[in-house]
């Protein structure tokens, strides 16, 4: 389900590469700016719904299941890996690379297909470890072949995604002690979900993020033709 809420289209993300290929100089690329919502959102997402997965998964299917919370936490670094592997796929597609695409995920199928069976008998979570860990390392297999399309090293695309990956990872943890103490399970659900979103809004703010900027002006338009 959350893995779901982080996809896109991937015939309009190759649309929106192709125009990025057109408007930006060659040897200083990085994610478009339409692609910028993802980057806003994906790692608040992630972290988000790793902070209140315990309380989540009480709340609509019982405390049985409450050690199962542990596993979806990990899979939310996955769920904020997959969408920018997703936006590099897309780009080297764009490129008219599509054999570049088709062995690149092969290939992870593959590993995590091999993996998986050389693992089992260490259990569940060291498998969900592992196919985290995999994802992890392709993100930068995809780095790799976007930067010899589009010379984008490793310093750049660091730079687009840690300020936002660090922003969300300090509003989590701080949301995390402030409401550490409440015992009620749907207050403290929601108790989360506020402090986070409001903390995170504060802090794009300041930072002065324009792609926080352009949703604000999006929503505020669509209000006054009401």
Known sequence: MFLSC???????????????????????????????????????????????????????????????????QILCISGAILPLCTLMSNLVISKGKSGINFWVTISLGLAQIITMALIWPYGIHTMVVSYVGLNLLWLFIWHFFTSKLIHYNIFLFLKDIMPFALSATVVMIITYYLTRNIENLYILLGARILIAALLYFAVMKIARVKILDECLSFVHSKFTKL
């Open 6 to 72: 982080t996809r896109h289209d991937s015939t309009s993300s190759a649309t929106r590469f192709g125009r990025f290929k057109r408007r930006r100089r060659p040897t200083t690329q990085g994610f478009p700016q339409d692609d910028a919502l993802y980057l806003f959102s994906d790692f608040s997402y992630a972290t988000w719904f790793w902070i209140v997965s315990r309380e989540f998964i009480i709340i609509t299917i019982t405390e049985e299941w409450v050690a199962s919370a542990e596993l979806l």
